[in-house]
């Protein structure tokens, strides 16, 4: 340790600062540029000569922002609440009890890892196109009430419960209902809420699901609209980069406020 | 299995008590009791059925067939044909081997560069840590649709600032066209996959690391052992699990981390230069709709890449050391 220690740390800040600036530069880009007037949009300089907000302006009009962000907000906080409540229950069931067939269950959850998006997308589109769904917001939610992800990472933390608590309340005669959301739930409310960060963000930054069922940009997420604004102008950066900003600006806010939980579950789930 | 604490008050009475009560019970609660599990599990099997092993199945079924996906046109059952010409189809063999570049290109920035920058570190401060963390990570949480376009403004062959700038500071002499130059765009779509990743990769060694215990450093520097010794044969065989981790999760995830990027960026181009297997699957399905194609593609990728899965959880049982 206290070699360690007496070891010039120069090295290491040179190291981490350009990490840092590789890592940070584009989104500051990002913001810089959408707050330029027109005639500055291609100055080098890394601070804008004076602030301006008509590259929002114009971004909001060019397409169906407003509509956008409505239909991302819908998709995220429903599918956020659905996969965590589903994610719970089923959680609570690997945890508390052993029964026949669970180890398959568990298993079918887990195998789920394997299966990349484009090996379900034709039959999932399919189904869709039948039902009716596309391009409406059943299509962006319903799919994605359950997640399997969310199932073994909650059970992570459910199995850590001590079942002692959850004797003691079998004896004061709670129903395991009762028990999931007095006992159970209260205490793991940090990790379920951490899940759901997880979960929000993950949603919100979606690409593949409202690509394959949606076909209109104002019935569809922000970030599909932010592919079509892109492809539609190429020289509109400014309100191009206005549109991109807006379509991280919740995750960003959530993320100054939450930094160290959204790293951590980040870091504990994985990625996917 | 039921325990209960009365009886430690009054034996006799508890006894008889919980009794009657598990006689009147059993009848109706206990097939329910036993059920309870199921249906706690009901919506999330029921979610993931439909969603991911429904499709899946239907998948393999359809890769037997031809088909165009409209609804009035016919199924076709051609048996096996889609597999026996899968490596002549159009693009395939292109496709198969930028998926190898993807694989390869991305790991010396989602397992070396994080796993070195997290040894190097190691040092730090908490606090100046804590900051650093942030930093770095922050490209993580962006979505891949906003990255792509800010690259895609940073990287503009007229306008972007990195040509302005290295064309300020007379590096290059034509401004590097990264999305059409045939050599470039692999490379491109490489590097800002890896950008997305490098911060969450070296958060997750810098976690091993912290979880090693101290007293084997700490022995070896006893003994005389060199920062470069102590990393080789030390700090490495520690890491191997975590190595392990993230070159399977690389190997496995490279080309679907890559489809955003590409599928915003290039379409697969310039001359099918940054195409790879997932979106050759992409194409067959949604712009040739070549049903048949692309699910016995899809079939065999599947099983490829869960083989390779199998592999890596062998070897990481086999191999790995663990810090007991």
Redesign the interface.
Known sequence: MTTTARRPQYLSHALLLTLSFLAIFPIYWMIITSVRPEREIYSPAPIPGEVSFENYERAWNAIPMARMLGNTIATAVSQTIFQLTTSVLAAYAFARWRFPGRNILYALFALTWLVPFQAIMIPNYVLLTQLGWRDTLFALIVPNIGSAFAVLLLFQSFKAFPLELIDAARIDGAGSWGILWRVVFPNLRASIASLGVLLFISSWNDYFWPLLVTSRPENSTVQIGLQAFMSSDMNLWGPLMAAATLASLPILVMYLLLQRQVIDSFVKSGLR | M????RLTLNPAAATRSAAVLAKTRSSSLTWLN?L???L??L??????G???????L??IE?SFYQWN?L?TAPRTFVGWQNYAQLFALPEMSRALLNTAVYMLGILPLSVVLPMV?AI??????KR?R?L???????????????????????L?PT?G?LN??LE?LSLIEEPLRFFTDERLAIWAIIFITG?K????S???FS?ALTNIN?EY??AA?IDGASRWQITRFLLIPLLSPTIL?MTM?TL??AS?WS??YI??LTQGGPLNATTNI?FL??NY?FRSFA?GW??AA??V??LG??II?LLFIRLSSRFAFYDN
Not at chain 2, 197 to 200: A, E, M, P, T
Request: proline share 6%.
């Open positions: 039921q325990r209960d604490t036993r309870e599990p199921y706690y599990l919506p999330a099997v029921i979610a993931v439909i969603w991911i092993y429904r499709p899946l239907q998948t359809l996906m609804p920058v190097l570190t190691q040092d730090i401060g100046a804590t650093y963390r942030m930093l770095i990570f922050l490209p993580v949480i962006i979505a891949p649709v906003v990255v792509a376009v800010v690259w895609r403004w940073i503009h306008n600032i302005n700038t300020a950008w990743l490098i911060g969450f070296t958060l997750i976690a101290r450093i700490e520097q981790f999760l496995l995830l679907q489809f955003a599928n915003v997932y699957l992409w399905g049903v692309s699910s899809a079939t990728f599947f890449f869960s899965a």
